[in-house]
């Protein structure tokens, strides 16, 4: 049975009353990280040692899928509770409060009972779909931090070694110290939220959202990672081909991935063309390692979390297909694309691998009578 990551809002909600109804002591911190274009990796594929603690300590979903594979539909989806359609949001081009209605958000929930609410990095989607303000003061406590740096995200500092020259590529290790600034944007979403979790000195209780960027492509990441995922380790994708049997509405030709300078040389015919064999490899690696950055990111973050009276949620906007069914990129309706983890980690819900949420209420309820 599948959990649909809209359902965060609902779940998380149920869950901090139901503790509370357990316990005298002050509400919970809450923690929610969201990781930009997270597939579902498995233990096979890549070792992601500080997601896998995390999921270890808490509960975690094993089939867990996100409404769309978009990141503002999807994004505004798990933080009103609302299916795009509900929303009328399947792009980037309207915001639900002047379109649809003024339906309450996760932060905003918490916000008006009690908690002060903050969002770093990417949480909702920058632009149209959330009112140019991250919906900014309906859900944020104050006005949302972003990264100085995510400016350049499109800017050409992969240093291509064919060309010689900095350019606009899909697959771009870099050295930081040669990166505008000196520095990362996931880097400086992550100091950001260690000065708040560091310094904080309210007694009122907080829900803290941390958005960090990668993987999304630009697949960017500090050149070391790649030493992490040796190319000679990386597996080819399984079914790397569109069946025949398949409609063709489902295939979409990844022209984000194509217009990259390194892929447009390749010169990949439109829009059917397939990604060759070696640079499958070799996007899988560099996907890989991004992935390996992003958990290193949490596990520094997670070093400053009280957990004892935190509780946490990990989760993505959506999957990204790595070359199955020829498919790269996010768009489709395929496992690849939609499937994302999903981890509740809290004070008094033990650790356990789950696919409902309400197999994850259960078991606290069985453990409290136990008791």
Same mark, same amino acid.
């Given at each position: ?190 100091? $950001? ?34 030493? %992490? ?72 973050? #997670? ?48 650790? %356990?691998?789950? $696919? ?13 009578? #136990?008791?």
């Amino acid at each position: 049975m599948s959990f649909s990551v809209f359902s965060l809002i609902k779940s998380l909600i149920i869950l901090q009353m139901y503790l509370q109804s357990f316990s005298s002591a002050t509400k919970n911190n809450i923690l929610f990280i969201f990781v930009d274009d997270l597939r579902h990796l498995s233990d096979e594929t890549i070792n992601l040692p500080n997601i896998k603690k995390l999921a270890g300590e808490g509960v975690n979903f094993k089939n867990a899928f996100a409404q769309q594979a978009l990141c503002a539909p999807s994004r505004n989806s798990i933080l009103t509770g609302r299916r795009p359609d509900s929303l009328r949001l399947y792009d980037f081009y309207n915001y639900w409060r002047d379109s649809v209605g003024n339906f309450t958000t996760l932060p905003q929930f918490f916000k008006e009972n009690g908690y002060e609410t903050y969002s770093i990095g990417k949480v909702f989607h920058p632009g149209r779909s959330s009112n140019f303000t991250d919906d900014y003061p309906y859900s944020w406590s104050e006005y949302p931090f972003h990264p100085p740096t995510e400016k350049y995200k499109d800017a050409a500092v992969c240093y291509d070694k064919e060309t010689k020259k900095f350019q606009k590529n899909l697959v771009c290790p870099v050295n930081v110290k040669y990166q505008p600034g000196q520095t990362l944007p996931d880097l400086e979403s992550l100091e $950001h939220a260690i000065n708040f979790l560091s310094n904080r000195n309210s007694s009122q209780p907080f829900l803290l959202a941390v958005g960090f960027y990668k993987p999304h492509i630009p697949i960017k990441f500090p050149e070391h990672y790649l030493e %992490k995922i040796p190319i000679n380790k990386v597996k080819p994708q399984r079914h790397p081909y569109m069946s025949a049997e398949i409609p063709l509405v489902s295939w979409h030709p990844w022209t984000d991935v194509r217009r990259r300078d390194d892929i447009a040389r390749l010169n990949i015919s439109f829009p059917l063309g397939l990604m060759p064999y070696d640079w499958s490899i070799k996007i899988r690696q560099s996907y890989y390692a991004a992935a390996s950055y992003v958990d290193d990111l949490v596990g520094e973050l #997670m070093s400053y979390v009280d957990t004892r009276k935190t509780i946490v949620v990990f989760t993505s906007d959506h999957g990204w297909s790595l070359g199955e069914n020829g498919l790269w990129a996010k768009y489709s309706n395929f496992d690849a694309a939609l499937k994302v983890p999903l981890i509740f980690s809290a004070p008094g819900i033990p650790s %356990k691998n789950i $696919h409902t949420p309400v197999e994850m209420l259960r078991s606290h309820v069985d453990k409290n009578n #136990m008791n």
